[in-house]
T-cell receptor
Framework: AQTVTQSQPEMSVQEAETVTLSCTYD???????LFWYKQPPSRQMILVIR??????QNATENRFSVNFQKAAKSFSLKISDSQLGDTAMYFC???????????FGTGTRLKVLA | GAVVSQHPSRVICKSGTSVKIECRSL??????MFWYRQFPKQSLMLMAT?????????EQGVEKDKFLINHASLTLSTLTVTSAHPEDSSFYIC???????????????????FGAGTRLSVL
């Protein structure tokens, strides 16, 4: 069975600085997808970024980028130039190819400080 | 695009009553919808996978007679919490996957779009 671990329950960062959220997963699969979702106080889940396991190149979406280390089964999220609106709960998620089911990590609560 | 509407956003009911939560994909067809439960300050736990026109697949430990799921059309799935009790109080979230093989790139089919959730409080 696959598991997803987020070892940082809470983090804080000063506005405009950079922060990295960690995520590790355990799987024997070779074909899968990884996601970072953001859940702000409104509780609406918002997709931040996704990565296909077969791609070696790290995904990037504006201020958000990932460091995908397949051999180490690590998938960290880097937020650059942090903004107050980035304050939220961040969930890492794993999806085995063609199952379309997500397995979520326990989440990291990020607070951006003014 | 890819908007999922969930209704109601909040419901308070008496113990023993049933509550229905609706999940609609507004601008796309969703053959597959998912229902999650989220306890305070915890992660999302998948309850069941709902496929249009067929019976839902429940995760281990989820009572299918307690949580009735109906997915009668490509844009609507409902979750009914039957004979609700205080321990059923939680935040319920639905999500949907965009199925269209023509307009949706293969990779995008893996993305789930989430509703805003329903907070259920059973008194």
């Amino acid at each position: 069975a696959q598991t997803v671990t987020q070892s940082q329950p809470e983090m804080s960062v000063q506005e405009a600085e950079t922060v990295t959220l960690s995520c590790t997963y355990d799987t024997s699969e070779s074909n899968y997808y990884l996601f970072w979702y953001k859940q702000p106080p409104s509780r609406q889940m918002i997709l931040v970024i996704r990565q296909e396991a077969y791609k070696q190149q790290n995904a990037t979406e504006n201020r958000f980028s990932v460091n995908f280390q397949k051999a180490a089964k690590s998938f960290s999220l880097k937020i650059s130039d942090s903004q107050l609106g980035d304050t939220a709960m961040y969930f890492c998620a794993f999806m085995k190819h063609r199952t379309y089911k997500y397995i979520f990590g326990t989440g990291t609560r990020l607070k951006v400080l003014a | 695009g890819a908007v999922v509407s969930q209704h109601p956003s909040r419901v308070i009911c008496k113990s023993g009553t049933s509550v229905k939560i609706e999940c609609r994909s507004l601008d796309f067809q969703a053959t597959t919808m998912f229902w999650y439960r989220q306890f305070p300050k915890q992660s999302l736990m998948l309850m069941a996978t709902s496929n249009e026109g067929s019976k839902a697949t429940y995760e281990q430990g989820v009572e299918k007679d307690k949580f009735l799921i109906n997915h009668a059309s490509l844009t609507l799935s409902t979750l009914t919490v039957t004979s609700a009790h205080p321990e059923d109080s939680s935040f319920y979230i639905c999500s949907a996957r965009d199925w269209d093989s023509v307009t949706v790139p293969a990779l995008a089919k893996n993305i789930q779009y989430f509703g805003a959730g329903t907070r259920l409080s059973v008194l």
